[in-house]
């Protein structure tokens, strides 16, 4: 039973288009994240939910709209989608915002913005 | 964000320890310090963490110094399983810090047969 599931795993689309990954945890965790994973490598953070709000979000552009409709459930919505937006893009959760509990990923979402 | 300083890259031989080093000058009294490594084409996941002591467990030791501006990630016994981006990530445990963790470049460990 997967702990953290994204879907989907790939996804192939062209400029301006509009995409949705959903992302759902079985663990019973309260916090839910969103990473960016660029070309060159680097994990970047998204957001943060924790019970269904909005905690953290990184100077990300209005396009990206995430959703909690509960707390196993985070989904990203990407409006107008671009170039730069091709990513493997990765949910996690956790089960609290705090504290030094451990984060579980997903297996991550590559986007292809043609 | 307090920061992490890691070699881009070691290489092991199979069945040989591996110690990944890392530092963290900055480090806050709040900062745990958490390692996380990532297998090709898969999300990262968690090895250990630890605050001042030394930690073990099944996958891992952790050795943190005294001043605790540096740690050593050590496998004990590499497997070519082993072979992944391991990063070493300061996380302060104040919750209105979002529990974020802030990833660096990592170490690329390569493990030779």
């Known amino acids: 039973d997967t702990a953290v599931s994204q879907t989907p795993k790939y996804l192939v689309t062209q400029m301006g288009n509009d995409k949705s990954i959903k992302c759902e945890q079985n663990?019973?965790?309260?916090?839910m994240y969103w990473y960016k994973q660029d070309s060159k490598k680097f994990l970047k953070i998204m957001f943060s939910?924790?019970?269904?709000?909005?905690?953290i979000n990184e100077t990300v552009p209005n396009r990206f709209s995430p959703k909690s409709p509960d707390k196993a459930h985070l989904n990203l919505h990407i409006n107008s989608l671009e170039l730069g937006d091709s990513a493997v893009y990765f949910c996690?959760?956790?089960?609290?915002?705090?504290?030094?509990?451990?984060?579980?990923f997903g297996e991550g979402s590559r986007l292809t913005v043609l | 964000d307090a920061k992490t300083t890691q070699p881009n890259s070691m290489e092991s031989n199979e069945e040989e320890p591996v110690h990944l080093p890392c530092n963290h000058s900055?480090?806050?009294?709040?900062?745990?310090i958490h390692w996380y490594r990532q297998l090709p084409s898969q999300g990262p996941e968690y090895v250990i963490h630890?605050?001042?002591s030394n930690v073990n467990n099944r996958m891992a030791s952790l050795a943190i110094a005294e001043d605790r501006k540096s740690s050593t990630l050590i496998l004990h016994r590499a497997t070519l399983r082993d072979a992944a981006v391991y990063y070493c990530?300061?996380?302060?445990?104040?919750?209105?810090?979002?529990?974020?963790?802030?990833f660096g470049q990592g170490t690329e460990l390569s493990v030779k047969p």
């Open positions: 996690a959760s956790s089960q609290t915002s705090g504290g030094t509990g451990e984060l579980f």
């Open positions: 663990l019973g965790h309260d916090t």
């Open positions: 939910y924790n019970n269904k709000e909005l905690i």
């Open positions: 900055t480090i806050s009294g709040t900062d745990y």
């Open positions: 630890g605050l001042t």
């Open positions: 990530i300061l996380r302060d445990y104040n919750y209105n810090q979002g529990g974020k963790l802030i």
